[in-house]
């Protein structure tokens, strides 16, 4: 997702950058009164990284769990992240209706995404194969079951979407980030369909999710820009506030190809506005059931560049998510 190294041409990407985006005055530059003081930050980032770590210790015994057990433990576990980088999160919807394989699609603005997303929906994540060498994430990554896929090799992609569709007839829950890069939440970019195939494929329903942050400009992680200073910004925020809405499911069977069912889920996202940040947040649901509820959840992951192929929807064709 970031990083200055040229991108093959045909890989999405957003005109989304650091200085235009991130760096946005309602970050609070310039207003004291909008920003945490150092001594606080300093605080949230030791707490923060402490507890990524603390995962990556305990994840080989977590590894050994039964999967109910395991799934509750990521739960808890991604919560505790979040809120001690001092996010506050506020979910909406019924994840509790969200039941059997499902393929959650939602829009893409930080690294932040995706430890929200696991601390309700959890699931086979997708990212580009770089994230396995991260230090810290890549290792906690490779053993969450993230699918990873080169989005440098077209032809890859077929098999990709196999292995997608494998995990969907077998019950299982994949989570896609079909923008195929980082927007900064103002902004927002066109679903890629190629991870869609594998919901045809598979016959399974599409679960489309919003995620929206106040103020967006400290959440955003785009272009250039570093985790570092991504992770600064956000300690540094007097106050984050993320809102995940989960969406109504959508039925595969009822679309012809992937590209009307990529256009279906991404008008749901566009269509649904965020939600008023006076509402309250109601205590968040244990086992990812009620509708929802305030929280935190962080943990640095990353997004996959995707792209559709021009093949029909029945064959198990292309798909690069997130």
Same mark, same amino acid.
């Given at each position: 997702?970031?990083?200055?190294?040229?991108?093959?041409?045909?890989?999405?990407?957003?005109?989304?950058?650091?200085?235009?985006?991130?760096?946005?005055?309602?970050?609070?530059?310039?207003?004291?009164?909008?920003?945490?003081?150092?001594?606080?930050?300093?605080?949230?980032?030791t707490?923060?990284?402490?507890a990524?770590?603390?995962?990556?210790?305990?994840?080989?015994?977590?590894?050994?769990l039964?999967?109910?057990?395991?799934?509750?433990?990521?739960?808890?576990?991604?919560?505790?992240?979040?809120?001690?980088?001092?996010?506050?999160?506020?979910?909406?919807?019924?994840?509790? *209706? !969200?039941?059997?394989?499902?393929?959650v699609?939602?829009?893409?603005?930080?690294?932040?995404?995706?430890?929200?997303?696991?601390?309700?929906?959890?699931?086979?994540?997708?990212?580009?194969?770089?994230?396995?060498?991260?230090?810290?994430?890549?290792?906690?990554?490779?053993?969450?079951?993230?699918?990873?896929?080169?989005?440098?090799?077209?032809?890859?992609?077929?098999?990709?979407?196999? !292995?997608?569709? !494998?995990?969907?007839?077998?019950?299982?829950?994949v989570?896609?980030?079909?923008?195929?890069?980082?927007?900064?939440?103002?902004?927002?970019?066109?679903?890629?369909?190629? *991870?869609?195939?594998?919901?045809?494929?598979?016959?399974?329903?599409?679960?489309?999710?919003?995620?929206?942050?106040?103020?967006?400009?400290? *959440?955003?992680?785009?272009?250039?820009?570093?985790?570092?200073?991504?992770?600064?910004?956000?300690?540094?925020?007097?106050?984050i506030?993320?809102?995940?809405?989960?969406?109504?499911?959508?039925?595969?069977?009822?679309?012809?190809?992937?590209?009307?069912?990529?256009?279906? !889920?991404?008008?749901?996202?566009?269509?649904?506005?965020?939600?008023?940040?006076?509402?309250?947040?109601v205590?968040?649901?244990?086992?990812a059931?009620?509708?929802?509820?305030?929280?935190?959840a962080?943990?640095?992951?990353?997004?996959?560049?995707?792209?559709a192929?021009?093949?029909?929807?029945?064959?198990?064709?292309?798909?690069?998510?997130?």
């Open positions: 997702m970031n990083g200055s190294t040229a991108l093959p041409p045909w890989l999405p990407t957003a005109p989304c950058t650091p200085g235009r985006c991130a760096a946005h005055p309602e970050t609070g530059s310039g207003r004291p009164d909008e920003r945490a003081g150092t001594v606080l930050a300093v605080a949230r980032l707490a923060g990284t402490g990524v770590l603390l995962g990556l210790l305990l994840a080989p015994a977590a590894g050994l039964p999967a109910t057990a395991r799934l509750a433990l990521v739960r808890g576990w991604t919560r505790a992240v979040v809120r001690a980088f001092g996010v506050r999160v506020r979910y909406e919807g019924t994840a509790g *209706a !969200a039941t059997g394989p499902l393929l699609v939602a829009n893409h603005v930080s690294w932040l995404d995706v430890p929200l997303l696991a601390a309700v929906l959890p699931g086979r994540m997708v990212a580009k194969t770089e994230v396995r060498r991260w230090p810290v994430l890549g290792p906690l990554a490779a053993l969450g079951g993230t699918l990873f896929i080169d989005r440098d090799q077209l032809r890859a992609l077929p098999g990709t979407v196999r !292995a997608l569709a !494998a995990v969907l007839v077998g019950g299982g829950r989570v896609v980030f079909p923008e195929g890069s980082t927007w900064c939440g103002r902004a927002r970019g066109r679903f890629r369909p190629a *991870a869609f195939q594998a919901a045809l494929d598979s016959g399974c329903a599409v679960l489309p999710v919003r995620i929206d942050y106040r103020p967006t400009g400290a *959440a955003a992680y785009v272009g250039d820009d570093l985790l570092g200073a991504s992770l600064w910004r956000v300690v540094t925020a007097r106050r506030v993320a809102n995940i809405r989960i969406l109504d499911p959508i039925s595969s069977i009822e679309y012809p190809d992937r590209r009307a069912l990529a256009a279906a !889920a991404q008008r749901a996202v566009a269509q649904s506005a965020a939600a008023p940040s006076a509402v309250p947040a205590a968040q649901p244990a086992a059931q009620p509708t929802v509820a305030r929280d935190s962080n943990l640095p992951l990353s997004s996959v560049h995707q792209r192929s021009s093949r029909p929807a029945a064959a198990s064709s292309s798909r690069t998510p997130a």
